[in-house]
C-alpha cells in the first residue's frame, strides 16, 4: 500500500485531482466527507459541537449550519482550535477505519485540506500539493462558491501559505491552467505513484 497525503489552499482544485485520482483506481479517502459525517444529526461529534458552540449553529432541521461555524471559527484560532478538538479525533478514527479496509496493493490518497497545518506531512509516503495562485484561489472562491472577498480571503489567511505547502511536497500540481493541463499532470503523477504501491 502507498499512502498519498493530496492537500491544497482552498480553492486550489485539490478536490478535481481527488476525482481523477480516483477515476485511475486510487482509493480516496476525503477528510472533509468524513469531517461532514461525524457531525451529521444524532451523532456524538455534533452533540459536543453544540454544547461547544450553543444551539445557534443548527439548521432548524438539526443539521450543522456549517456556514455560520466557518464565519465564528475562521480567523479567531482560539475557537478554530475548540472545533478541530472535537472534530479531528472523529476523523482520524474513521480515516484508520477506512485505511484498514483498503486492498493490500492499493495507492491509498487522503484528501485533506489541512495535512501541513495538523502536522500530518510525516505520515505519508508521498506528499502531492494541488497548487495555484492566489488571485485564481479567491476568484474560484467567489464566482463558483459564491463566497464573498472577505469571507473568501478569511479562509485563504487561516491555512497555510502556498510556499509552506510547497516546501513539503514530493509533488506539486499547478492547477492554474486548463482542465486538460490538469488531467495532464494527475496521469504523470498516477505513472510516477503506481509502481511503487
Do not use: C
Amino acid at each position: 500500500m502507498l499512502k498519498v497525503g493530496l492537500t491544497g489552499g482552498i480553492g486550489s482544485g485539490k478536490s478535481e485531482v481527488s476525482a481523477r485520482l480516483r477515476e485511475r483506481g486510487a482509493v480516496v479517502i476525503d477528510a472533509d466527507k468524513i469531517a461532514r459525517e461525524v457531525v451529521e444529526p444524532g451523532t456524538p461529534g455534533l452533540a459536543a459541537v453544540v454544547a461547544e458552540f450553543g444551539e445557534e449553529v443548527l439548521l432548524p432541521s438539526g443539521v450543522l449550519d456549517r456556514e455560520k461555524v466557518g464565519r465564528i471559527v475562521f480567523g479567531d484560532p482560539e475557537r478554530l482550535a475548540a472545533l478541530n478538538a472535537i472534530v479531528h479525533p472523529l476523523v482520524g478514527e474513521r480515516t484508520r477505519e477506512l485505511m484498514d479496509a483498503a486492498p493490500a496493493g492499493a495507492v491509498v490518497v487522503y484528501d485533506v485540506p489541512l495535512l501541513l497545518e495538523n502536522g500530518m506531512a510525516e505520515m505519508y509516503d508521498e506528499v502531492v500539493v494541488v497548487d495555484a495562485p492566489e488571485e485564481v484561489q479567491l476568484d474560484r472562491l467567489v464566482a463558483r462558491r459564491g463566497m464573498t472577498e472577505e469571507d473568501a480571503r478569511a479562509r485563504m489567511a487561516s491555512q497555510a501559505s502556498r510556499a509552506e505547502r510547497r516546501a513539503v511536497a514530493t509533488h506539486v500540481i499547478d492547477n492554474s491552467g486548463t482542465l486538460d493541463d490538469l488531467k495532464s499532470q494527475v496521469d504523470a503523477l498516477w505513472e510516477s505513484l503506481t509502481p511503487r504501491r
